[in-house]
């Protein structure tokens, strides 16, 4: 599986875009890349997946570059409920979910 | 929107006890997955399971721990005789696993405590 690297922590105020890019240098052609989002002592929730370019939905956009070796997950206007750990996660579909240490977002007022 | 549940929320156990965790998955998934997160740590898979029978599992999923789908509904994860460093919240996840999406679905977990 393709090795992640997310900053560990990211701080931003509610109404700004938060922008989170993990690195995955060793993609495989077959790796997907999908993030999740975890609330403390809640279960991961899947945010959004991607293979190349660029997809959106209605709570994240996730821009990849052509070469694949990161991508960047983009929360627009946060707010306090945004709070949580966005893992990263590179894989083949139809898999075991390999978590990172993820990227803790705290959206303060 | 349909969604994974896990019972008991939260069970104390004593060392060498055996505990049974008990899992919904959504109705019309086929995939069951058991994960876990020991405190201030990642996320750990355990099993996966479809057809009723285990079709991937982790080092860390030993002689000490079993599934089963008993029934049209229910996943358990038994653990025979829980260790102290079984201690841990256990997530359940289902998929429909179309190969069209890596979306799994998680309960909301079941925080497993060994004294």
């Known amino acids: 599986l393709a090795k992640t690297t997310q900053p560990i922590s990211m701080d931003s105020y509610e109404g700004q875009e938060v922008n989170i890019t993990c690195s995955h240098n060793n993609i495989a052609t077959n790796d997907y890349i999908t993030w999740y989002q975890q609330f403390p002592s809640q279960g991961p929730r899947f945010i959004i997946q991607g293979y190349k370019t660029k997809v959106t939905n209605e709570v994240a956009s996730l821009f990849i570059p052509a070469d694949r070796k990161s991508s960047t997950l983009s929360l627009p206007r946060v707010s306090l409920s945004d709070t949580a750990v966005y893992y990263c996660?590179?894989?083949?579909?139809?898999?075991?979910?390999?978590f990172g240490g993820g990227t803790r977002v705290l959206v303060k007022p | 929107e349909p969604e994974v549940t896990q019972t008991p929320s939260h069970q104390v156990t004593q060392m060498g006890q055996e505990v049974i965790l008990r899992c919904v998955p959504i109705s019309n998934h086929l995939y069951f997955y058991w994960y876990r997160q020991i405190l201030g740590q990642k996320v750990e898979f355990l099993v996966s399971?479809?057809?009723?029978?285990?079709?991937?599992k982790s080092e860390i999923f030993d002689d000490q721990f079993s599934v089963e789908r008993p029934d049209g509904s229910n996943f358990t994860l038994k653990i025979r005789s829980t260790k102290l460093e079984d201690s841990a919240m256990y997530f359940c996840a289902s998929s429909e696993r179309d190969y069209q999406s890596y979306e799994q679905y998680f309960g909301p977990g079941t925080r497993l405590t060994v004294t």
């Open positions: 399971f479809y057809n009723n029978e285990i079709s991937e």
């Open positions: 996660l590179v894989g083949p579909l139809g898999n075991k979910l390999t």
